[in-house]
């Protein structure tokens, strides 16, 4: 009948385990919602950088052809067609750089909304190697 309070230390300690589940839960949800939102975020962003950069793209191949117009006229020297030529590739550059941040950002946004990938193979091409395909599930 008198226990000295066991039970009571046992309820206790039970409550305190089930409040430490909880902040860990509540922990892990408002972790997955911030990835979820930063990579949005990120997305949307980059999105906006792709179009910027992709008509600096345009911009600097339009330049380049012109610059080569002008070499071949004579009215130039190849210097400019050269330092042209290093100005788009930079910005071509530039846009693959946007195009693998974009990706990483999609793979970081499925994995914070639980998604995940397996591969599976897919055959032989040339029958000495196998292909793979990803696939989310």
Not at 28 to 43: C, F, H, K, R, S
Not at 58 to 70: G, I, P, S, V
Not at 76 to 84: D, G, I, N, R
Request: no cysteine; aromatic share 6%.
């Amino acid at each position: 009948m008198f226990d000295a309070g066991r039970h009571r230390a046992q309820a206790a300690q039970a409550q305190a385990q089930y409040d430490e589940q909880v902040a860990g839960y509540r922990n892990a949800v408002l972790t997955a919602y911030q990835e979820v939102e930063d990579n949005l975020a990120a997305l949307h962003r980059l999105e906006q950088e792709s179009i910027s950069e992709s008509a600096a793209v345009t911009a600097t191949a339009r330049a380049l052809q012109q610059a080569e117009y002008r070499y071949k006229a004579g009215l130039v020297t190849y210097l400019e067609v050269a330092t042209t030529e290093t100005t788009a590739l930079q910005a071509q550059l530039s846009r693959v750089s946007i195009l693998n941040r974009r990706m990483d950002a999609s793979v970081l946004l499925v994995k914070a909304l639980g998604g995940g990938w397996r591969t599976a193979p897919l055959g032989r091409i040339d029958g000495s190697a196998e292909t793979y395909a990803i696939r989310t599930h």
